[in-house]
């Protein structure tokens, strides 16, 4: 199982660009979440799904969109970028809700 | 470098020493607690779980200590090596039926010296 994959490894967007970051997992977890890593503070959800066609969001949701069409793929959609967008983004996947998180090995998006 | 790091406490410890990480938790109903590593440039790693009917629970070089009076959550690794060095968190989680509320810990570096 390759787990957790999220591409690209590393973005540069100037303000107002819009971009996917994509986010796949090949162990059928029906939990999916994306979470930003900034400097001195703990990961934090932006949206998260439970399953094929459930989206929710999370602690930070403004600024970005998600889908789950199916159950491997969670992209994550960044509608119009802000330099406060620019962050470490990680995807993480689980098989239920009391289980372990399996996280990606991350996007790191710098917006100019 | 990792940008992440910055503004961490960080715990220096020598070589075959044995390392105890802390975290305060903050939700006393929360039932499932973690441990992370996280190196740089990568995601977090899993290194072990606790749930709250539990107050130990050891694995390879790995022991976590729960304290559900005082909130605290604690990780020790025996004989402590250079590949040890890293990021450390923890996250609680409140399970509700298939829902959950997970809180992340903002972590502890881990410096080993030789």
């Known amino acids: 199982n390759a787990g957790v994959t999220q591409t690209p490894k590393f973005q540069v967007l100037k303000t107002g660009q819009s971009m996917t970051l994509q986010c796949a997992q090949d162990?059928?977890?029906?939990?999916m979440s994306w979470y930003r890593q900034d400097p001195g503070m703990g990961l934090r959800l932006i949206h998260y799904s439970v399953g094929a066609g459930i989206t929710d969001q999370g602690e930070v949701p403004n600024g970005y969109n998600v889908s789950r069409s199916t159950t491997e793929d969670f992209p994550l959609r960044l509608l119009s970028a802000a330099p406060s967008q620019t962050s470490v983004y990680f995807c993480?996947?689980?098989?239920?809700?009391?289980?372990?998180?399996?996280f990606g090995n991350g996007t790191r998006l710098t917006v100019t | 470098g990792e940008s992440v790091g910055l503004h961490l406490p960080t715990l220096s410890v020598q070589e075959g020493d044995n390392s105890i990480i802390n975290c305060a938790y903050s939700?006393?109903?929360?039932?499932?607690f973690i441990w992370y590593k996280q190196e740089s440039g990568k995601g977090p790693q899993f290194i072990i779980d606790?749930?709250?009917?539990?107050d130990k629970r050891q694995g390879q070089r790995v022991t976590v200590l729960l304290n559900k009076t005082v909130k605290h959550l604690s990780l020790q690794i025996a004989a402590t090596q250079p590949g040890d060095s890293a990021v450390y968190f923890c996250a609680e989680i409140l399970t509700s039926g298939t829902a959950s509320k997970l809180t992340f810990g903002t972590g502890t570096r881990l410096q080993v010296t030789l």
């Open positions: 993480a996947s689980r098989p239920r809700a009391a289980s372990p998180l399996h």
């Open positions: 606790i749930r709250s009917n539990m």
């Open positions: 939700n006393s109903a929360s039932d499932y």
């Open positions: 162990m059928n977890h029906e939990y």
